[in-house]
Structures are given as C-alpha cells and as structure tokens.
C-alpha cells in the first residue's frame, strides 16, 4: 500500500494550529474554538476533483483533527483517498462509491466529515451526540470515493480520453455513449463483486468486462479492492458501512454466525429507525463478493450495505434529493461511531498498574466503567492510577476509589525538567497539554522557564501563571537538568497515550476488589 500524505499530492498544507496578532506580551482568549463555514458544496456534480480540493481544505480547517492519505494509485492514475476524522483508539469505517454511478454518496460522506469537524470544533452536538466526547473515544475513517476512475468517467464520459481507450470503454458499455449508466471502474470490473467472499459463486456476474457486474478473473484482482483489504486490515474497524444507491434499504446480514445474529440486527434495526429505509430480509445462499460480504465473513463484526434515495433505475440519484437524504442520514455515522466505541470497549482486558500520575483539569468520578451519571467531580491532583480498561482508568484519588475517562490531555505523567525555552513565535498557552484545552493567553516571543513536559508540550512559567505550550514552537535551552524522579518517562512514548509508560511498570495486580 503507498503511504502518500495528501498535502504532497496537490500542494504542501500547513498544519499550523492558529496564527495570532498581539498587541503586547499577553493577550486573554476568550470562547471556543471557531469552526469554519462549510466547506463541501453537496448541490453541485460531485466530482473527483472537487472531493481532493474539498479533503484539502478540511485537513487545513481542522489540524489535528482531519487527516488524510493516499491509499495508492488506480489504474490511472488517481488516488485512492481515506480521511481520519477524530481522535479515539475505536474505529468505524465509513465507505461509499464502489459503483461509478453511485457518486452522491462520495458527497453524502464528504458532508457527513465537514458538518462532524464543525460541531466538533465548536463543542457543539448533534441531536443528542456530544461530537466532541465521541470523537474523542473514536476514529472514523472514510474512503469517500472507492471508484474515482468509474466516478469520473460516469460523471464526464470519454471526452478527453486517447481514441483507443474511449473506443474500448464504449464497447465495455455496449456501445452506448450513456456513461451515466456505468458502474464499474474504467477496467470494466465491479468493484463491489470483487471482495473474496463467495466469489465463485457469484450470480449476476457476466463473463467480460463491462459497464456494470463483471466480476474479474480473480478476487482482489482491481487494485482499488486490494487497497480497500489491505486498509481495513490496517485499521481494524468494529463496523463498516458501505454507501450504495439506490432503493432505501439496509443489507446487514452474509451468513452471520448464529451467535452474532442479535447484536447485528440490533444495530441494523436503528440504522433503519434513524434512516426510514427497509431491512432486507437475509437470503439463506447469498451472492457474495461485496466489500460488507467480506468483512463480516472475514472479521465476525457488523457491516452493513446502506443503499440511498428512492430508486433511480440505472442512472445516478438526482441533486434535488441530497436534503433529505442527507436529513435521513446525518446520525448514521455518530450512532455507528457509539457502537463502535462499545464494541472495542468490551474487548478491551483490564490491564493492572500502580502508577503516580497527574490529572491536570477537572474530571469526574465514576463507581464503574461506562456511567453515564452519578460521577464526583476531581480537581487537578496527583492520583495512583490502579488499572486500565480501554480509555478508562481505575484511580485511587482525594474523593475515594473509581473510573474517570479523561479527555485527551488530562491526565498525564510530566517530566520534571529545569529549562528555559525560547519562543520564535506567538504561542497560545493553555490550561492543560491539547489543542482543544482553554486557551489562557497567547505569549508573544520571548524566553520562558520550563518547569515540565509530557510528549512535545512544555509547562511554562507565565506573569499569569503556569500554562502549557506546544514545544514545537519553542526552543529548549540546554543542558536541561533532569529530575531525579522515578516516574519520568521517554517524552516520545507518552504524548497521545499516558498509559504507555506504565504498561511497562511490571506491578503486581491489585487486589480483587479493585477490579470493574
């Protein structure tokens, strides 16, 4: 697979998370985090080329929270884009436009990552979701367009094409010039008959390339679908959906296991109350070979075909029905992101530590794992963190025994370090190490005493107190006296993830008692 970063594909994005005008040496921020306006622009011809600009924009409008890579090149050329969209360790994996003509879900995804990243850079939620707490626990990750060869030549036909291709692509589609009719990539293969998943056994399939239901020679054998295996063996997803159009139904089932039958239809059945669409009914010898085939043969997890819009026939969905289609499925891919989230929470094992650790803003209590209320609210303190389960952590702490889940940032061991650190720049200081924490001041260029750090921010002594900085815009003055204390850590271990030291600490496992 090519590990190509989107921002060397068109031109070099920077990831610079605020630039800030000053007035003197400190100025106070005050309110949240301003969300840009909306970026994708669903009334218009989804097109290959508008999806790369609308994904480089969005990486720029949310640094550390969008992210993107080229899953490798098609056939011709084009890249095969997946975005990250959130923080957590959980994954859900969205996909859409297998077939060429199905484009407006490409659209109906790229909606989903802007209006998401919005609300969450805003604290804001949609219907009943906290984006912000659930992007913190989850990863979605989103191929918006599986097929953007097919999408293209649908979209565009043959013009601009060499002679000989064009007259091979008309022949694949029955010497029509209707390309609006096409699904298959520009090699004349379905992409989604080509997943290893009953694929001999395939029914529709015909024997040649084709503008729709040509299965290949082989499994695997277009190299989009290969891309799309090997990524999702990559990432591990607890659920996957597959955008389709069109018929208004939900495929859930492809000889589920007797024992996951209940959770899946479950899930299945709220997709259906959230969307309006039918379940399908599960067939007992199912044609195989699309990508959700395989991914519950090959994983046990839920996956689910979500077909959009009311049937279109062999054409693409009309514009006029993105709005309520996208009313149908706004909460589809947060209510699969909470499901997600529980599945990988529930395989996660408890793994004991007894580790001294400072949780640096306010977080609440709980007595068990998951509460969802009843929780005690614990100010900045040292703790002994006792065990961990996932993103949870059984503490022992001033208010008594419990789980907290703190948001990123909060709960961290920090290195005792004596330094000094130049500011080349502005830098915003905030209340604890994250991006999303408060902002306190901005400190205009100057050299400031360093006191701690944890990964690549500093603590920093201000006029207004000590705040964190991104270490990234300071330089460190050495020799830095190091502390003698025994829970310093390798900063590059620790950043994203405070348990990754202690994991390491070797402790006899508390007793029963301490346990969920």
């Not at 640096?360 to 065990?387: F, K, W």
Request: aromatic share 12%.
């Amino acid at each position: 697979m090519i590990r190509t970063c989107f921002c060397k594909e068109i031109h070099k994005v920077t990831l610079g998370f605020f630039s800030f005008m000053l007035l003197g040496s400190l100025f106070i921020i005050t309110g949240p985090i301003q969300a840009s306006a909306n970026i994708v622009n669903p009334n218009q011809v989804y097109s290959y080329t508008v999806m790369q600009r609308d994904i480089e924009r969005l990486v720029k409008a949310y640094p550390d929270l969008v992210s993107a890579e080229s899953l490798g090149q098609t056939a011709y050329g084009r890249q095969l884009w997946a975005v990250k969209l959130g923080r957590g360790e959980a994954v859900l994996f969205l996909n859409g436009s297998h077939h060429a003509r199905e484009w407006m879900t490409s659209t109906l995804l790229m909606k989903m990552i802007d209006t998401y990243a919005q609300a969450y850079y805003s604290n804001g939620e949609i219907a009943d979701y906290n984006v912000r707490s659930l992007l913190d626990k989850v990863s979605i990750w989103v191929v918006p367009m599986v097929n953007p060869d097919g999408v293209t030549l649908s979209q565009q036909g043959t013009a601009g094409l060499p002679v000989n291709l064009a007259q091979t692509l008309r022949r694949y589609n029955g010497n029509s010039t209707n390309f609006s009719r096409w699904k298959a990539n520009m090699q004349g293969i379905d992409l989604n008959r080509q997943y290893p998943a009953r694929w001999s056994t395939i029914t529709d399939a015909v024997k040649y390339p084709w503008y729709q239901n040509y299965k290949g020679q082989k499994p695997g054998q277009a190299p989009e679908v290969q891309a799309m295996m090997d990524f999702t063996h990559k990432i591990d997803p607890e659920v996957t959906i597959s955008y389709h159009s069109s018929g208004e139904i939900i495929f859930w089932h492809f000889n589920t296991l007797n024992s996951n039958l209940t959770r899946d239809k479950t899930m299945a059945r709220a997709l259906g109350s959230l969307t309006g669409y039918s379940l399908v009914t599960p067939q007992k010898n199912p044609s195989g070979g699309g990508y959700k085939d395989w991914f519950i043969q090959e994983y046990g997890r839920p996956g689910f075909t979500i077909e959009i819009a009311n049937y279109a026939g062999e054409s693409s969905v009309p514009l006029r029905q993105f709005s309520g289609i996208w009313s149908e499925n706004k909460e589809v891919g947060l209510y699969s992101a909470l499901q997600s989230y529980s599945l990988w929470l529930g395989k996660q094992k408890i793994q004991y530590l007894q580790q001294t650790m400072s949780l640096l803003a306010g977080t609440e209590l709980y007595a068990t794992i998951g509460a969802a209320a009843g929780g005690t609210n614990l100010q900045p303190q040292n703790i002994q963190v006792i065990a961990r389960k996932g993103d949870w952590y059984q503490v022992q702490a001033d208010k008594g025994l419990g789980w907290i889940h703190p948001s990123p940032g909060k709960l961290a061991i920090i290195e005792e370090i004596t330094a000094t650190a130049e500011l080349k720049v502005s830098a915003p200081a905030y209340k604890y190490p994250d991006d999303f924490s408060p902002k306190v001041t901005v400190l205009a260029p100057q050299t400031v005493q360093v006191s701690g750090r944890w990964g690549t921010w500093l603590l920093a002594s201000t006029p207004g107190g000590q705040w964190w900085i991104d270490g990234r815009k300071a330089e460190l003055k050495w020799p830095i006296e190091e502390a003698a204390q025994s829970t310093a850590v390798d900063a590059d271990t620790t950043d994203a993830d405070p348990a990754a030291a202690v994991e390491q600490s070797g402790q006899t496992p508390p007793e029963p008692g301490y346990t969920p």
